[in-house]
């Protein structure tokens, strides 16, 4: 698993196969990736498998919420605390906890979140990346103290690690463009913006194609 997330540089991608990953070795229902972003976390990878299971062709992706990275949400508590946060039931929170869970997703849909797991991702040096969290592990009526939250929290620092090496592969081409840029403002810095804005909307076509054709989905 590791070859294989080490893999990937493009951090998009990157984000979609560690969630993916998770998923697959804990059986859980759910799961979502929140990144750190200029002083907020959003929600940039969710998927849902019963939900996906219950409408044909459907498939989860990139959200791009935000919310403040406050004590007051599950996310964000287990970004500022740096810790794994556990729970059993998200509906059933301890009279003294400082967050609350936001009912409203379950509400729309229909789908019952139940236990769980929050992990924070952590660069070598203990910055928080984001915040990893699985829902409704299958066969789970509580997830405390099981070798699930132990298997999760290893996962999650190997995740840490290849995403900041991804970003750190990010930030060095960036500057690369940037001073080809500066060596020739006029012409080659035109050229990358030109190639990049191809490649975007050629991306952008072939994922319109892919969410309606079920054999290039597959």
């Known amino acids: 698993?590791?070859?294989?997330?080490?893999?990937?540089t493009d951090e998009d991608l990157l984000l979609t196969k560690i969630l993916d990953s998770a998923l697959d070795f804990s059986k859980c229902e759910a799961g979502?990736?929140?990144?750190?972003?200029?002083?907020?976390?959003?929600?940039?990878y969710?998927?849902?498998?019963?939900?996906?299971?219950?409408?044909?062709?459907?498939?989860?992706?990139?959200a791009n919420a935000r919310i403040p990275i406050s004590p007051k949400s599950i996310a964000g508590h287990c970004a500022l605390s740096k810790n794994i946060v556990v729970l059993d039931d998200v509906y059933e929170l301890?009279?003294?906890?400082?967050?609350?869970?936001?009912?409203?997703?379950?509400?729309?849909t229909g789908f019952r979140t139940r236990c769980m797991i929050s992990i924070p991702l952590l660069g070598a040096q203990g910055a928080v990346l984001g915040v990893?969290?699985?829902?409704?592990?299958?066969?789970?009526?509580?997830?405390?103290?099981?070798?699930?939250?132990?298997?999760?929290?290893?996962?999650?620092?190997?995740?840490?690690?290849?995403?900041?090496?991804?970003?750190n592969a990010n930030e060095l081409l960036m500057r690369m463009v940037k001073?080809?840029?500066?060596?020739?403002?006029?012409?080659?810095?035109v050229h990358v913006q030109?190639?990049?804005?191809?490649?975007?909307?050629?991306?952008?076509?072939l994922a319109d194609i892919r969410n309606e054709s079920p054999i290039l989905r597959d």
């Not at 969710?46 to 992706?61: H, K, S």
């Not at 030109?194 to 076509?205: F, N, Q, T």
């Open 1 to 8: 698993l590791e070859t294989q997330l080490s893999s990937v």
């Open 32 to 44: 979502s990736i929140w990144i750190m972003d200029q002083g907020q976390l959003v929600l940039w």
């Open 46 to 62: 969710t998927r849902n498998l019963v939900l996906e299971a219950r409408v044909q062709g459907t498939r989860g992706g990139i």
């Open 94 to 108: 301890p009279s003294d906890s400082t967050f609350k869970f936001d009912q409203s997703f379950d509400q729309k």
């Open 132 to 167: 990893m969290q699985l829902i409704n592990p299958a066969g789970h009526k509580t997830v405390t103290n099981t070798p699930m939250v132990d298997r999760t929290a290893d996962f999650a620092i190997l995740a840490g690690q290849v995403l900041e090496r991804a970003r």
């Open 179 to 189: 001073t080809a840029e500066l060596r020739d403002p006029h012409e080659t810095g």
């Open 194 to 205: 030109r190639v990049s804005g191809v490649a975007c909307h050629l991306y952008k076509l």
